[in-house]
């Protein structure tokens, strides 16, 4: 499986940018997905998550009810919708995808060792 995201760039603070993930590669079925990002110096965290039929969708603290995870119904391309950017949105955003195991919900959907494939990361930069 390949994610291929893209969408990232220079944003003003208060602005808005979408991100979409696309996966190919398997034929057949959806995959949960999710984002995640990294700053420089930091760890990679926990964005949002979508699951496979786009029913629910679980978010970080820190961006719930700015950022909105939804997907293309028709197949395996996810976007990440953020407003009211903040300088400390900056970081490089990843999506990735679960392939192999189980359906996670809630805060479970943050543990990066369930997900089975990462894409190569769009970078955001907020400017203040």
């Known amino acids: 499986v390949q994610l291929q995201a893209s969408g990232g760039g220079l944003v003003q603070a208060g602005g808005s940018l979408r991100l979409s993930c696309a996966a190919s590669?398997?034929?057949?079925?959806?995959?949960?997905m999710a984002w995640f990002r990294q700053a420089p110096g930091k760890e990679r965290e926990f964005v949002g998550h979508?699951?496979?039929?786009?029913?629910?969708?679980y978010y970080a603290d820190s961006v719930k009810g700015r950022f909105t995870i939804s997907r293309h119904t028709a197949g395996n391309t996810v976007y990440l919708e953020m407003n009211s950017l903040e300088p400390e949105d900056t970081a490089v955003y990843y999506c990735?995808?679960?392939?192999?195991?189980?359906?996670?919900?809630?805060?479970?959907?943050?543990?990066?060792?369930?997900?089975?494939?990462w894409g190569q990361g769009t970078e955001v930069t907020v400017s203040s």
């Open positions: 990735a995808a679960v392939v192999y195991g189980p359906a996670c919900s809630g805060y479970g959907c943050g543990d990066r060792k369930i997900y089975d494939y």
């Open positions: 590669g398997r034929p057949g079925g959806s995959y949960a």
């Open positions: 979508i699951t496979w039929n786009g029913r629910n969708t």
